[in-house]
């Protein structure tokens, strides 16, 4: 009875923890990095997370900006994106190398 309750637990924790991971992408009106979680960009051959090849910040409440470090990743962010996120607008491109949302 003791291995049925522990295992119960587990379940009931795992459950709960990725409860809270698909809470953190709910689109509610206002930026979150979050929503950029789990999204990965082809670089030099292999699918590296959106975080390691940019810098993601939120200058606004409703605005997300990521700018890559190679510029030639741009059209790889975008295409990541919008992969992953079909309702996004397209992204404004800034003479600097910048996406914002």
């Given at each position: 009875?003791?291995?049925?309750?522990?295992?119960?637990?587990?379940?009931?924790?795992?459950?709960?923890?990725?409860?809270?991971?698909?809470?953190?992408?709910?689109?509610?009106?206002?930026?979150?990095?979050?929503?950029?979680?789990?999204?990965?960009?082809?670089?030099?051959?292999?699918h590296?997370?959106?975080?390691?090849?940019?810098?993601?910040?939120?200058?606004?409440?409703?605005?997300?900006?990521?700018?890559?470090?190679?510029?030639?990743?741009?059209?790889?962010?975008?295409?990541?994106?919008l992969?992953?996120?079909?309702?996004?607008?397209?992204?404004?491109?800034?003479?600097?190398?910048e996406?914002?949302?």
């Open positions: 009875m003791k291995e049925v309750n522990e295992e119960i637990k587990k379940k009931n924790e795992n459950a709960l923890a990725a409860l809270k991971k698909e809470f953190n992408g709910i689109r509610t009106g206002r930026a979150s990095l979050n929503l950029l979680e789990g999204i990965t960009v082809e670089y030099f051959g292999s590296t997370p959106l975080n390691q090849v940019a810098t993601l910040t939120i200058p606004e409440a409703r605005l997300i900006v990521i700018q890559p470090w190679d510029a030639s990743l741009i059209k790889e962010v975008e295409k990541a994106i992969a992953r996120w079909s309702g996004f607008r397209c992204p404004l491109l800034a003479r600097n190398g996406s914002s949302w």
